[in-house]
């Protein structure tokens, strides 16, 4: 029996929701969808860490994958392969490392062009594995999509849907990630417009 295995940061963790397992759209779609569904979301997570996660995952044939791409400006550091510490402007400045990376390395247009290097070394990995996957981002920053037309190799990137841009939430917890309406929302139009890979 195949498997729904997703990818992503908070919103695909489903943080601020009562009961993130249960209510979280990657639960809900595997229930519309009759599938088991393993959820690798990580709160937190740079595109290096989604892409890190997808890499270091032990994929079955029939396994359907989906990617919730995040926020350009966010990183990750791999500290001696043991321990993973994730970088970005909601982390605390009292932080030393993060504090440096804000002042010195976080550049949105750097940081976009290393997100789509990810994506389109992910893209080109689980189709040579031959997984189905379909992949959407949360993306609110309006340069990247300017960029993703800038570079033409970025422009082979299969992006299936803006779920920010189909979907506006319609509900926000108290951590300002979307509600359970919206999870529900998500769920069903991953369902509906893509059954065909997801069943």
Same mark, same amino acid.
């Given at each position: ?17 009562? @009961? ?15 599938? #088991? ?52 402007? %909601?982390?605390? @400045? ?6 440096? %990376? ?5 550049? #949105? ?30 993306? #609110?920053?309006?340069?990247?999509? @300017? ?5 033409? %190799?970025? @422009? ?9 841009? #189909? ?33």
């Amino acid at each position: 029996m195949s498997r729904i295995v997703i990818f992503g940061d908070s919103y695909s963790y489903g943080d601020g929701l009562a @009961d993130p397992l249960k209510q979280n759209y990657g639960h809900l779609l595997g229930v519309l969808a009759h599938k #088991e569904v393993i959820n690798k979301a990580i709160s937190g997570s740079s595109n290096t860490r989604i892409a890190y996660e997808v890499l270091n995952f032990d994929f079955e044939p029939n396994d359907v994958v989906l990617i919730g791409w995040s926020y350009a400006c966010r990183e990750m550091l791999a500290i001696k392969n043991t321990e993973i510490q994730n970088l970005g402007t %909601w982390i605390d @400045d009292s932080i030393k490392l993060n504090r440096a %990376w804000l002042e010195y390395l976080c550049d #949105e247009h750097d940081l976009a062009i290393k997100s789509f290097m990810h994506m389109h070394h992910i893209n080109t990995y689980l189709t040579n594995k031959n997984i189905n996957y379909i992949q959407y981002w949360f993306e #609110e920053l309006p340069e990247m999509f @300017d960029l993703k037309t800038k570079y033409f %190799w970025a @422009d082979t990137i299969k992006m299936d849907v803006d779920l920010f841009k #189909e979907i506006q939430p319609v509900d926000l917890t108290s951590c300002n990630h979307p509600g359970p309406k919206s999870h529900k929302l998500f769920a069903y139009h991953l369902f509906k417009n893509f059954k065909e890979i997801i069943c």
